[in-house]
């Protein structure tokens, strides 16, 4: 993690400057008013996280490398790990201090609190407009909310067919299902020819799942155990649009089982893969997920099982930190009908309070 101060004339520059150096990621360690009447701010960003290196500054202090021995480097790690939680409550009591102190600004602020947006993608959000007079505030932060929400869409066929969509994720977040309803989507909606494919061989029933889904929509369906037999599969199908691949579902923790999928799904050259997360996740283990994932190199997120929550924060917050945009929200069990397109008006929404409550 790296240490940044910043000075301004008023807080609102500061914060800029402080998005502008460290990104959206940036952690409000703390801030202070200058005797020239400016105001300070140190901020912080975890480059393991966002890859972002910070131009400013450095407090060298705490920038201390990787110590030599393995039990220093256990500690520095549990370091760390501390300084990010108390900069995390930080970030809290800071802009608690700011938005909530602010009567235009506070019932926005709250409201995206108790839908767990993060710390830093509120001050994101709020930074600059909490600084105007607060007439048309939630206009102007419905329109920067819907330009954060990335999304994709529907399926984009390039030159080469069968494009070939592969769904990865955690174990039970909907990835069979969201294929099954994709499949049906695609098939119906876009009148493409769809093939489907499942490599989970591991779990019992897997492969019967896929296939009862391809008899009802009367799609092909294989059943691929390895590169090889996932490549011949997809030899086999040469004559459709678009073919879903349902994967075996694994821990993001799980380093050999990721890597043994990695190794499957290099048997198709231009194959996409989708990363499938589950809104009622906790967005401390969706942020994990991610990163396990990226190994993956998804080209988007599906969001599952929005009608099991009513905290929606966690899907603009992944957006935000993968820069990957949504294509698909998923909200029920049905199959093919509890499944809709992303699009930034859903999504925004979804986390914005309902109008009857938007007297501010
Ligand atoms: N409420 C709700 N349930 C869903 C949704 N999508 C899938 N499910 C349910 O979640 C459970 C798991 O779905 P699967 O599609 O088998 O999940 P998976 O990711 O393929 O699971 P594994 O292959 O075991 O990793 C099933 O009971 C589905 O009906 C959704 O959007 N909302
Ligand atoms: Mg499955």
Partial sequence: MRVVRFTASDMAQAMRQVRQSLGPEAIILGTSRLPDGGVEISAAVDEALTGRAAQAETV????????????????????????????????????????????????????LMSQEVAPAVINELLADLAAADGRGLLARLTIRLKKMLAVSGGPRLGGVRPAVWALVGPTGVGKTTTAAKLAASFALRHRLKVGLVTVDTYRIAAAEQIKVYGRIMELPTQVAGSAAELAQAIEGMAGLDMVLVDTVGRSPRDEDNLEELKAVLAGVPGLQSHLVLACPTRDADMLEVVQGFARFAPRSLIFTKLDETATFGPILNQITRTGLPASYLAFGQKVPEDLEEATREGLAKRLLPPRRDMDF
């Fill in 60 to 111: 060298e202090a705490l920038n201390c490398g990787e110590p030599a021995a393995p039990a220093l480097s256990a500690l520095a790690r549990r370091m760390e790990g501390l300084a990010d939680l108390v900069s995390r409550h930080l970030v809290v009591a800071e802009a608690s201090a700011g938005f909530a102190a602010r009567p235009e600004v506070a019932p926005i602020y709250h409201h």
